[in-house]
């Protein structure tokens, strides 16, 4: 149980393009769902959290404008990198709770991003 | 600010050992810790979580222990295997938010 899945799991385009990323929860309801962000050997650093039907509320020096998230439903969260440029290359990692209070996150397994 | 240490970057250990990895904090109480397994290229899968009035949680071969006093949890991996091999992130949780520390590498030698 308590799958997550992620789509897709690598992209590679051209700088200026928008990519987005689908973040699915196909076994749970999620009522909160998490956009990280990973540089290799780094830790996982939160980009915003976003409830079903709520605005995303973004960490300190994220773009809301770069990084638009939505949660459509209790099952999909997206994530769309706007006009992405080199320096947005980075391991984006989903991350999904169903429930209340201080459960476990399920995690996708990542979009590795690549802008040329 | 919040801090999370977790003690070595990386640790080697002979397969059959116990395994033991430190995650230290400051600046925080968290309600919960929770430690996380993530493979090269993969997201992070959730193990064990421990709540603040819990001393002590088990299962299978993993052990985690809490102390709110020393603000440390220690994970514990007994009889280790090769396939144990794997980073591991410990994690605080107050509210709604998480903070991961950046892992321990572990590697289990045949």
């Known amino acids: 149980g308590a799958v997550v899945s992620q789509h897709p799991s690598r992209v590679i385009c051209k700088s200026g393009t928008s990519v987005k990323i689908e973040c699915r929860s196909l076994d749970f309801q999620a009522t909160t769902m998490f956009w990280y962000r990973q540089f290799p050997k780094q830790s996982l650093m939160l980009m915003a959290t976003s409830n079903e039907g709520s605005k995303a509320t973004y960490e300190q020096g994220v773009e809301k404008d770069k990084f638009l998230i939505n949660h459509a439903s209790l099952t999909l969260s997206t994530l769309t990198v706007t006009s992405a440029h080199p320096e947005d290359s980075s391991f984006y990692i989903c991350?999904?709770?169903?429930?209340?209070?201080?459960?476990?996150?399920?995690f996708g397994d990542g979009t590795r991003l690549s802008i040329l | 600010s919040q801090k999370i240490e977790q003690n070595s970057e990386a640790l080697n250990i002979q397969e059959g050992k116990t395994a033991t990895l430190t995650c230290n904090y400051t600046n925080y109480s968290p309600a919960y810790l929770q430690w996380y397994r993530q493979d090269p290229g993969r997201g992070p899968v959730f193990l064990l979580l421990?709540?603040?009035?819990?001393k002590e949680k088990r299962k299978e071969r993993l052990k985690v222990t809490f102390d709110t006093t020393l603000k440390q949890s220690l994970f514990h991996i007994t009889a280790s295997q090769p396939a144990d091999s794997a980073t591991y992130l410990c994690?605080?949780?107050?509210?709604?938010?998480?903070?991961f520390g950046t892992g321990t590498r572990l590697k289990v030698l045949a």
């Open positions: 991350s999904a709770r169903g429930g209340r209070g201080n459960q476990p996150q399920h």
């Open positions: 994690a605080l949780s107050g509210t709604y938010k998480y903070i």
């Open positions: 421990i709540r603040e009035n819990e």
